[in-house]
């Protein structure tokens, strides 16, 4: 299976801050996803971004498919901000989600 | 107008028994899985159903039993519980075998003593 890596694992913010989260991808994948875990642990899907740019408020995405990368974009954070961000894919003809470590973000008051 | 509920929120139980916990999305969507959430959040997948087919069956223990009645529910019906277990169990949907977007119930933690 596909091998998912983020970066970085753990991050601080200062309300206000922006910040780019990534996510890199031991092989090509043509479905990527970005979830955002809060700290009473509901998992919400964030994007769909197999390639391209995609904007949904203060955040955004933006996957680069031939070198197997995504990121996520947080401006302006809050602190509502904070929790897990996952991204996950799915290689070529394959059906199951393989998730990455997170990024744990702390937006700080 | 929950869109995927799991049952119980909690399970505190001890080793030995047997549980069960439930899932049900009203999204119309036709597949349904169970990832496991470990005590570092790495998420995996176990199973996944497919118009109450199963379709993805991960390397779990078999103690783990999926059933599907139909394809707005997936239950999970673990046997001789371990403390290994212990973890937060999701319940998710999607439309189609391949999971375009994937919309995820609340978790339920479980807690084997």
């Known amino acids: 299976g596909i091998q998912v890596e983020q970066s970085p694992p753990d991050l601080i913010l200062q309300e206000g801050a922006n910040s780019t989260l990534r996510c890199n991808f031991s092989d090509s994948v043509n479905n990527l996803q970005w979830f955002h875990q809060n700290p009473w642990g509901q998992l919400i899907n964030l994007f769909y971004i197999p390639s391209g740019t995609k904007q949904n408020g203060r955040l955004s995405a933006t996957t680069v498919a031939t070198e197997r990368y995504s990121l996520l974009y947080i401006s302006s954070s809050q602190t509502t901000d904070s929790g897990v961000y996952f991204c996950?894919?799915?290689?070529?003809?394959?059906?199951?989600?393989?998730f990455g470590g997170g990024t744990r973000v702390l937006v700080k008051p | 107008d929950t869109a995927v509920s799991q049952t119980p929120k909690y399970l505190v139980t001890q080793m030995g028994n047997d549980k069960s916990i439930k899932c049900e999305q009203n999204l119309g969507h036709d597949t349904m899985y169970w990832y496991k959430q470990d005590s570092k959040k790495f998420l995996k997948i176990m199973f996944s159903y497919n118009n109450k087919e199963l379709i993805i069956n991960e390397t779990v223990p078999n103690r783990f039993s999926p059933k599907s009645p139909d394809k707005a529910h997936l239950n999970l019906h673990i046997n001789s519980l371990e403390l290994g277990d212990s973890a937060v169990y999701f319940c998710?949907?999607?439309?189609?075998?391949?999971?375009?977007?994937?919309?995820f119930g609340p978790g339920t933690r479980l807690t084997v003593t």
């Open positions: 998710a949907s999607s439309r189609g075998t391949v999971p375009y977007e994937q919309y």
């Open positions: 996950a894919g799915i290689k070529a003809a394959g059906n199951k989600l393989t």
